[in-house]
Every structure is written in structure tokens, then in C-alpha cells.
């Protein structure tokens, strides 16, 4: 089965309400693109440059499909609060590469159902409960820092990146932590993949997992989030069994690489500059104003909308069925929301949309900021100044979530 067919069956001509001179392609972050260069002082800024504000990727959507992509903070949050003109069903092309129907849930649903699964949702991540969590979640920093402090050298995503996160996230889902190099390796065909071919597998094992996982926990329900879920009522009554694998598999590609792809690229700029990592080891009362002012930077992930009626968005026609991208990485580095946007200043504090913003405004945000403050907090509590390996080469994936698949860092012991 040709699965690119599954996500884009029309032509690939260029509409007629799509203006020829907003066309672009090909499109430099494309599924399975990497770089050997930093795409935050390449990629980004040439494009922030040199494209229109609004233009039309024929291959820019996973897949090869056509999308339009939006470099201005303003044009991205206005599709993010829209909920008239744009659906966030199919946000993500996962289920329809099995030919399939389930959405992720809350992220792929739309008003009004949106708020009610939200609001089963929501009590998962609220204060209370994040701050029940706080000193578990920092020990499982401590310990994995630990393990290297004394070498002199790690490569920071392996041993820390993809470790501490993804060990809270199993936790809390009550999944066993011993799997935790199977379940990485599913979230890279997730969302690092070579080809659609290998989303589609990761998917379908991803799924097959979930499900196993539910009928398990139906029969012997512990305190976990999937517990939780099975446990769930909407609108009075129990959840489907396409409703619980959606909000499963929403907690589980959130929960296992957002934060570790953010704190690679946060922790590269750090050994990229020694004058930031000092001043923040000597005031780490400023860590989380820095964090903020580094998820500006460095956004990493994209999203998807789909127009479901004609709008006009940063001057452009977008017309039912067209695909809309807002590219956090843009976002964050557009010169007309941020004075010097690709000048990283500590103590901006901006109110950046890397989390979204509106409806959608993503719901483990509480819990993932405090993972990157307490990663950041112990790393540089332990280790001295530190920084990129001499000789070393970093590959990043640019599409569609940017992260360095290695960072192998070095210092004095």
C-alpha cells in the first residue's frame, strides 16, 4: 500500500486560490531530514529571511503533502484560537496510516467535545498533583546524573535527555521502567522517522501496546494514568475502546520526547556558551526565567491544523481541506514579536508559544517545566563548566520536531 495516499489523496497540483509566487518547495524540514549544522543559526533564520510570511509547501506535511506554513507568532496563535475556521483532527497523521479513525485525545478533538475530555484531563497535571511529584521527579534527575558525574564526559541525550523524562513518564503510566530502551525506540519511529513506512510501524506497535495495556488495567486497576482512563466517564458514560487508545497514545508521545528534545537543544546552547552555564550555576534562582526565554529559542515541535471553512489568515486565502503548520522554531525566532529574536537574553521572560496557547494549550505543560528546571538545576549543581565534545559532530533531525540525536559533552573531574 502506497501510505502517502492515505494522507494526501488529492493531486499535487497547486490549487487555484494558491497565489504560484507563495509556493515553496522544496521544504527544508521535511519528515526525516537531518543536519549537521546548528538549524537555529541556519535553517530558521533563512527562512524567517527570505520566505513570505504565509506560504505553501507542496511536500511540507508528513507524508509529502502540501501545507501552509506560518512564520509569524501573531498568524499562529490566531489559527490556535480559531476553533471556527480550523479542526485539529488529524493534527497527526498516525491513525490513518493504519487506516484507521481514533484521534489522540484531548489534542485531535474539537468543540465541544474538546472541553470535556479536557476536563478528564486535566486532573492529572494540576498544581497539587505536580507538586506531590516535585521530589520524586527531582531524584529521578539526581540518580541519572549520578551514573556519569565522575567520567568527565556523557552524551547527554542517551544518558540524561531520554532517560530521566521518559523514566517519569513510565512511572506515572505504570509501565515498566526495565522496557524503557523499547518504548524510545518506538517514540523515534514516531517521530524521528526515515520514512512514513516506519511512522506506520511505530504506530501500530504503539497501539497494539496500549491496547494490551488497557484490557490489563480493566482487569487489575492500580493508581497509574491509564488506570485513570480506563476508570473515566464522558458526558455519563464509559469511554470507547477508540476513545481510551486516543487519550493513551496522546499521554505517551507527549510523555516520551517533548522534554527530552527540549532539553538537548536547551543544553547545547549551555556548552555553546560557558558565560550562560556559569551564570546560571552561580543564580539558579534565574533557572526558570532562563527556561522560559530558552523554550522562546528553541522551540522544537510543530502542529497541524485543517481548514474546514474559507479564512483569511496574514493576508492569504486558506480553503477548506488545507492543511495549516505552526512551527514553534518560527514562532519563537519572529522578529516582529522579539527584539534580536535569535539573541538568547536570560532575563527576557517571554511569553512564548511553544506549549500553544488557547484550547489546545498543552496540558502536561506544569510537569514538563519542572523536568527541564530540575534536570537543569541538578546538572549544573554537579557538574562543572562543561561543554561540546572537541571534534565532535552533532546530527540534529529538523522534521518535523527538531533535536539532536546526540550531545556529547565533556569536562574537567
Known sequence: MDLSKLLSPASKEIPPHVPAELVRSPYPMSLGMITQENPFETV????????????????????????????????????YMDTEHFSSKDFAPFAKLLGENWS?????????????????????????????????????????????????????????????????????????????????????????PKSIEEMAEGTRLVKNFLIETIEDRRRNPTGDFISYVVQSEV???????????????NLFIGGLDTVSTHM???FRHLAEHPEHQNFLRANPDQIPAALEEFMRAYGAVTTYRTCIKPVTVGGVQIMPGDKVSMVTSLAGRDPQSWDHPNEV????????TTF?????????????????????????????????????????SIGPIIQPLSLPLVWKV
Not at 529571511?49 to 490566531?78: I, K, M, T
Not at 507538586?131 to 544518558?159: S, T, W, Y
Not at 554537579?382 to 561543554?387: D, L, N, T
Request: proline letters at 8%; one cysteine or more; hydrophobic letters at 40%.
Open 44 to 79: 530558521i533564520p533563512k527562512m524567517q529571511a527570505e520566505y513570505p510570511p504565509v506560504f505553501y509547501a507542496r511536500d511540507g506535511y508528513p507524508g509529502g503533502s502540501a501545507v501552509w506554513v506560518l512564520l509569524r507568532r501573531a498568524d499562529q496563535q490566531a489559527v
Open 104 to 192: 489522540q485525545i484531548p489534542a485531535e478533538t474539537d468543540p465541544p467535545m474538546h472541553q470535556l475530555y479536557r476536563n478528564i484531563m486535566n486532573p492529572l497535571f494540576a498544581p497539587k498533583k505536580m507538586a506531590e511529584l516535585e521530589d520524586h521527579v527531582r531524584q529521578f534527575a539526581k540518580d541519572a546524573i549520578d551514573q556519569f558525574k565522575h567520567k568527565g564526559e556523557c552524551d547527554f541525550m542517551k544518558d540524561l535527555a531520554f532517560q530521566f523524562p521518559i523514566q517519569v513518564f513510565l512511572e506515572l503510566m505504570g509501565l515498566p521502567l526495565d522496557e524503557l530502551d523499547k518504548f524510545m525506540a518506538w517514540e523515534m519511529k514516531l517521530t524521528h
Open 235 to 249: 458526558q455519563g458514560r464509559k469511554l470507547t475502546d477508540d476513545e481510551m487508545v486516543g487519550f493513551c497514545f
Open 264 to 266: 538537548g537543544l536547551q
Open 345 to 352: 537574553k536570560l532575563d527576557r521572560n517571554p511569553r512564548h
Open 356 to 396: 500553544a496557547t488557547g484550547p489546545h494549550r498543552c496540558v502536561g505543560a506544569p510537569l514538563a517545566r519542572r523536568e527541564l528546571i530540575f534536570a537543569m538545576e541538578e546538572f549544573l549543581k554537579a557538574i562543572p563548566e562543561f561543554r561540546i565534545k572537541p571534534g565532535a559532530t552533532i546530527t540534529t
